[in-house]
């Protein structure tokens, strides 16, 4: 089980820290990895140009508003790192029952079927198991990625 997982399930926990722990220092450090993350292509770019001194250049040249910000936005939209598939309306609809309900134990069959949306929106390659904190992180996943579809 990786550790943001840990971390996402439990910010509330790790916020109330005192700064001064390892435990903290590790979360603040997972946070800040967390929010520089790239989300896609224009955000990449953006880094490459701040580093190579290309940003500053095009600053001095166009001014400070030089469409750069509207440009991240459209390459980020156009070529994402994380792009998920659509549920299909089958799969929203079984997930919506199955997400009614609170269950403490899934099945095999339950699990099956999990697995199988995970796999197919998320593209992966995760195996059934009798691993608890794997299948709880499938449906952590799948759960954040349904309610994202509701908001």
Known sequence: MDSISKYEENQEYYETLDKRTKQYKAYKEWKEKRESASEGVGDTLEKVFEVTGVADVVKFIAGEDCGCTERKAKLNKLFPFNNPECFTEEEYVWLSD???TTKSIVD???QKKLVDIYNRVFRKRQRLTTCSSCVRQ???DLKR?????NS
């Open 145 to 149: 990625y349904f309610d994202s579809y």
């Open 98 to 100: 199955f997400f009614e």
């Open 138 to 140: 499938v449906y952590n």
């Open 108 to 110: 095999r069959n339950t």
